[in-house]
């Protein structure tokens, strides 16, 4: 156990229609890379549920958590 967190802070300008991911081990573990831009589409909220539900039914058994931020 820690008595601290160590942040990764990174600042970088943005754009209208930028979308980031901010996910858990759970998730990242089972959808690669290559694949996310393609279960993004259609919007955040489906595309969210779209990378969980993919990391379940390919084994992912931790937490399995996704944000998905539109810039608008």
């Given at each position: 156990?820690?008595?601290y ?17 901010l ?8 959808v ?11 919007g955040p ?28």
């Amino acid at each position: 156990s820690r008595d601290y967190v160590q942040v990764d802070l990174q600042v970088f300008p943005v754009q209208s229609g930028d979308q980031f991911m901010l996910c858990t081990d759970g998730l990242h573990e089972y959808v690669e890379l290559n694949e996310i831009p393609q279960m993004l589409e259609g919007g955040p909220e489906p595309g969210s549920k779209r990378l969980v539900s993919t990391a379940r039914r390919r084994g992912g058994k931790d937490n399995i958590t996704a944000m998905v931020i539109h810039v608008l």
